[in-house]
Each structure stands twice: as C-alpha cells, then as structure tokens.
C-alpha cells in the first residue's frame, strides 16, 4: 500500500487540524493503521493506533482526549482531529500501516510498521 498525508499546517494555540491519510493498493482493512509524529531534534514517537478492524484504539497521554483517529475502509483513508493543540504539538506526522492477521491488535512501535506516508508538518504557534 502507498500512503499520501496531507492537512498540516501552521495553526495557533487551541486551534484545530485535521489530518488525512490516502491510501492505494491494497485496501486498509487488511493493515493496522497508525499515526506517528517526529518533532526536530527528536526520534519519532507514537500518536495513536487503530487496530486491523478498528474496534481497538490507542492514544498517547499527551494527545488523549484532545486527538482522534478515525477510518473509512471503503474510502482506504485515515483521519486525524486534533483539536486543542498546542506548540509542543508542533512536529511531522506520519501515517503508517502494518500488514497483520490480528484483527484487534494495535501497534505502538514505529519498527512494527510496514509502510509509511511521508508526512504533513504541523506548526502550533503560542
């Protein structure tokens, strides 16, 4: 599968974004589905997950409640609201997925990722 990010920007405090990740090839039901971010000077650290089926979801502390993550198999995109963000948000975010059997696990480690979008910059002004 490929995977196109887009919907960064520069937003300031307490704003929202939306992010998009499109996908071609294989459809997205066959991967666990993954958003990632690597602010400068930093390694890249996990956001959020979905599982295979998308009945299992996991936040990062920082982003829960403020982060959501959301997906349309029959559109093979992966969505990411990020309302209340702030300047320590600031970072490239990645989507990823992951070719899995498992339907309900979802994957916290970048290595565990097969394939990656190459990233929409997102820019939180204080």
């Known amino acids: 599968v490929q995977l196109q990010a887009s919907g960064g920007g520069l937003v300031q405090a307490g704003g929202s974004l939306r992010l998009s990740c499109a996908g071609s090839?294989?459809?997205?039901?066959?991967?666990?589905m993954g958003w990632f971010r690597q602010a400068p000077g930093k390694e890249r650290e996990f956001v959020t997950a979905n599982s295979r089926s998308g009945a299992d979801t996991s936040y990062e502390d920082s982003v829960k409640g403020r982060f959501t993550i959301s997906g349309d198999n029959a559109k093979n995109t992966l969505s990411l609201q990020m309302n209340s963000l702030k300047p320590e948000d600031t970072a490239i975010y990645y989507c990823?997925?992951?070719?899995?059997?498992?339907?309900?696990?979802?994957?916290?480690?970048?290595?565990?990722?097969?394939?990656w979008g190459q990233g929409t910059l997102v820019t939180v002004s204080s």
């Open positions: 090839g294989r459809p997205f039901s066959n991967y666990a």
């Open positions: 990823a997925a992951k070719s899995t059997s498992a339907l309900r696990a979802v994957y916290f480690r970048a290595s565990q990722y097969d394939y």
